[in-house]
């Protein structure tokens, strides 16, 4: 019955004494052993917050658990350790184990939530940003944010910059843009910046400005997307104006194949004069075509058919030449005007035979020498110029696909002149296999108007293509020496012109 209290051994007695009062012992060992583990709980979830480094030493936990033993504690340990150190927010796991003083052990588990509770520092810088050839710019982060000086204690991202895009309503003006950094907690922080937008005037793909031969005192090349419609402006110090020259400031792109550009010339100085050209490359002397105008009622048209060579000069009447258009069928080059845009009348014509991509595009020069020249062009389009040029297939087709329908004999010419065609009126444009019979009727001819031209351009004399004839002459013996022009037109085709030169 008595009482054995702690782990460890003891010594026990035994005596037995007979009915005479004699006795004897002897003694023998019990060992007290203490098998019961000790009892502890941990505390529920601890927060733990980060410092300006975005670190913190991990505390010590062990005084919040409850612990308990049969025969007494000796410690309650941690891991990690107390002191250890935690980076960035997250989740860690801590375990407090505690021991008895007989080495029973048990442990648990609890939770520490790191947690980063301080707000980044933004700081907003202001700047000048400049709209691009598609009249808009995406404001970038740098652009608003001043990176070195705004922070965080662990790390930031900018998560918004209002409004993100300026444009050409935003043009000459400084805007007010929002931004906002947020680090990985959600913490946030807002700035101000002051944006002012102005333009960059660079040429949209694949436009590009180049100097051709000599620039004097340098050209200068301007794309305004902002004005209505958008306008192309240049500024040439380059004098092209003798046949010998080659100096030209050009806004041009490679067009490979048939091809049309046509532009409104909104402004030319008048020492100066722009227009529309085709070159093979942009070295000076390249085989070239060109229409170029200062507003008047010229139209002057260059070629050079040799490389290295004098170009050619013609000067054409056009009154009103605010529009021109130079279109390319195979190796035809056609240069054709108009005063609104919608009506266009040819110029000229030309064979040339050049490689099949040329550099196309609009050049402006001055014609004297220190005295720059300002073109502005606007309602740029271009078609075609895409594909290389091809081998049409073996049939017949009339001008309006490239190919020539009539004749004209002879040339030079003194008295007449003959116009022999391959089909009848009305059919031109219509293509048919080699060989097969012409069975258009009369009927189903439509109108087909001729003009002769003189050199400058003027229209002495329009005719109508007798219907179902073939064969046409016309008397030319009025004519003064020199070089005509007869200007074959029908609705719904390209025209054809025909060259030829009145002798005495």
């Known amino acids: 019955g008595a009482t054995a209290s702690g782990a460890g051994n003891m010594t026990v007695t035994l005596t037995v004494t007979d009915v005479n009062g004699?006795?004897?012992?002897?003694?023998?060992?019990?060992?007290?052993?203490?098998?019961?583990?000790?009892?502890?709980?941990?505390?529920?979830?601890?927060?733990?917050?980060?410092?300006?480094?975005?670190?913190?030493?991990?505390?010590?936990?062990?005084?919040?658990?409850?612990?308990?033993?049969?025969?007494?504690?000796?410690?309650?340990?941690?891991?990690?350790?107390?002191?250890?150190?935690?980076?960035?927010?997250?989740?860690?796991?801590?375990?407090?184990?505690?021991?008895?003083?007989?080495?029973?052990?048990?442990?648990?588990?609890?939770?520490?939530?790191?947690?980063?509770?301080?707000?980044?520092?933004?700081?907003?810088?202001?700047?000048?940003?400049?709209?691009?050839?598609?009249?808009?710019?995406?404001?970038?982060?740098?652009?608003?944010?001043?990176?070195?000086?705004?922070?965080?204690?662990?790390?930031?991202?900018?998560?918004?910059i209002s409004p993100a895009v300026v444009d050409c309503e935003d043009f000459g003006s400084t805007i007010p843009v929002l931004v906002s950094i947020t680090d990985p907690s959600s913490n946030t922080a807002t700035c101000l910046a002051d944006v002012y937008v102005g333009k960059g005037y660079g040429m949209p793909s694949p436009w590009a400005g180049k100097d051709i031969g000599y620039a004097g005192a340098g050209n200068s090349y301007e794309y305004d997307p902002c004005q209505s419609p958008p306008v192309f402006t240049i500024t040439?110090?380059?004098?092209?104006?003798?046949?010998?020259?080659?100096?030209l400031a050009l806004i041009s792109q490679e067009l490979c194949g048939d091809f049309q550009i046509t532009v409104r010339l909104e402004e030319v100085t008048p020492t100066g004069s722009a227009g529309l050209t085709a070159r093979e490359d942009s070295a000076p002397g390249s085989k070239m075509v060109g229409a170029y105008t200062n507003l008047n009622n010229i139209i002057r048209w260059e070629t050079r058919a040799i490389a290295n060579g004098n170009k050619l000069l013609n000067f054409f009447f056009r009154p009103q030449p605010y529009w021109l258009r130079l279109q390319r069928q195979g190796s035809w080059f056609y240069s054709y005007y108009s005063n609104d845009g919608v009506h266009f009348s040819i110029v000229t014509a030309q064979p040339l035979a050049m490689e099949p991509c040329l550099e196309v595009g609009m050049g402006a020069f001055t014609n004297v020498t220190g005295m720059p020249a300002t073109a502005v062009f606007s309602q740029v389009s271009v078609s075609g110029g895409v594909l290389p040029l091809v081998q049409l297939p073996p049939t017949e087709v009339a001008p309006g696909n490239m190919e020539r329908s009539i004749s004209l004999y002879p040339n030079p010419a003194r008295e007449v002149v003959v116009l022999n065609r391959t089909s009848n009126p009305g059919q031109l444009g219509q293509a048919r296999p080699v060989g097969a019979e012409n069975t258009a009727s009369p009927s189903r001819s439509s109108e087909v108007r001729m003009l002769l031209h003189n050199e400058l351009g003027q229209v002495l004399e329009t005719r109508l293509w007798p219907t179902g004839e073939l064969r046409l002459e016309w008397p030319v013996e009025e004519l003064a020496p020199g070089i005509y022009f007869i200007e074959v037109m029908e609705e719904g085709q390209a025209p054809q012109v025909l060259r030829f030169v009145k002798q005495e």
């Open 22 to 160: 004699n006795s004897n012992s002897c003694q023998f060992m019990v060992n007290k052993v203490d098998n019961t583990s000790p009892t502890i709980s941990c505390p529920g979830t601890q927060v733990l917050v980060l410092g300006l480094d975005c670190t913190a030493g991990l505390p010590d936990y062990t005084s919040l658990a409850t612990t308990g033993d049969n025969c007494g504690m000796q410690s309650v340990t941690q891991s990690p350790a107390a002191g250890g150190p935690m980076n960035g927010p997250g989740n860690a796991t801590v375990t407090l184990t505690a021991t008895d003083v007989n080495g029973n052990s048990s442990n648990c588990t609890m939770q520490v939530s790191v947690e980063d509770q301080t707000a980044p520092v933004a700081v907003c810088q202001n700047t000048t940003v400049y709209l691009g050839a598609n009249g808009q710019y995406t404001l970038q982060e740098g652009d608003v944010l001043d990176l070195a000086n705004s922070y965080d204690n662990c790390s930031f991202s900018v998560n918004l």
């Open 236 to 247: 040439a110090n380059a004098n092209n104006s003798s046949p010998g020259s080659d100096n």
